[in-house]
């Protein structure tokens, strides 16, 4: 079974501080995203990777930066927390880009609070 | 960029009836994937079935199954004899080059 793994379950910081969200996969997964969840919006893509030291924006990366220096793990930065980065945050990898195949297994996600 | 509405925020069913989630996405492309999620109450999300748009025919997995109405954009998900460990949230995804979510479905199953 594919396990993709983040490092804490819940985490409480305070506004200004820089926060890191790690995500480690153990399928040799070329892709890794790192998604916010709200309520009522759903899903949204803040970055992706497609391979090692590569990163792309998504939809909504401003105050977010990332990190992937190996092929298994993907780092998520909040540089300066915010109140409104307040989120569940969910870590997810896939195989292949373009397939059928596209399916993405998801981490179990860090309920992350700026107070 | 492509759109997923799932119009129903919550829905509710009994146990052993069936129950029809909805969703439509928009696109200009012509091939591209589809999916259901599931989220349960603190667990990982979790994939329920996976539709190619190529493929007329709608997909099935065991109890869940597909309504895939590809001029209409429609992609609906039926939960026959549904299951207490059915509750969830359900997420309709659009993927081409990238998973697009639906707004999610939050699933209640009354004993």
């Known amino acids: 079974d594919v396990k993709v793994t983040q490092s804490s379950r819940y985490l409480v910081k305070r506004t200004g501080e820089k926060v890191f969200l790690e995500c480690v996969q153990d399928m040799d997964h070329e892709n890794m995203f790192w998604y916010r969840q709200d309520p009522g919006l759903g899903l949204r893509l803040i970055y992706f990777s497609y391979d090692v030291k590569m990163k792309e924006k998504g939809d909504i990366p401003e105050g977010y930066s990332v990190s992937r220096e190996k092929k298994e793990r993907f780092s998520l930065i909040l540089e300066s927390a915010s109140t409104n980065q307040t989120s569940m945050y969910l870590c997810?990898?896939?195989?292949?880009?373009?397939?059928?195949?596209?399916?993405?297994?998801f981490g179990p996600g860090t309920r992350l609070t700026v107070l | 960029a492509q759109t997923v509405t799932q119009s129903q925020p919550e829905m509710s069913v009994q146990e052993a009836e069936t129950v029809t989630l909805s969703c439509t996405y928009d696109?200009?492309?012509?091939?591209?994937?589809l999916f259901w999620y599931k989220q349960p109450p603190s667990r990982q999300m979790i994939l329920v079935i996976r539709?190619?748009?190529?493929?007329?025919q709608n997909a099935t997995e065991n109890r869940f199954s597909v309504n895939f109405q590809k001029a209409a954009k429609s992609f609906s998900l039926k939960i026959s004899d549904s299951q207490l460990g059915d509750a969830a949230m359900y997420f309709c995804?659009?993927?081409?080059?990238?998973?697009?979510f639906g707004a999610g479905t939050r699933l209640t199953v009354k004993p």
């Open positions: 696109t200009s492309e012509s091939d591209y994937y």
């Open positions: 539709q190619e748009a190529y493929k007329q």
């Open positions: 995804a659009y993927c081409l080059e990238d998973m697009r």
């Open positions: 997810a990898s896939s195989l292949v880009r373009l397939s059928s195949y596209n399916e993405q297994f």
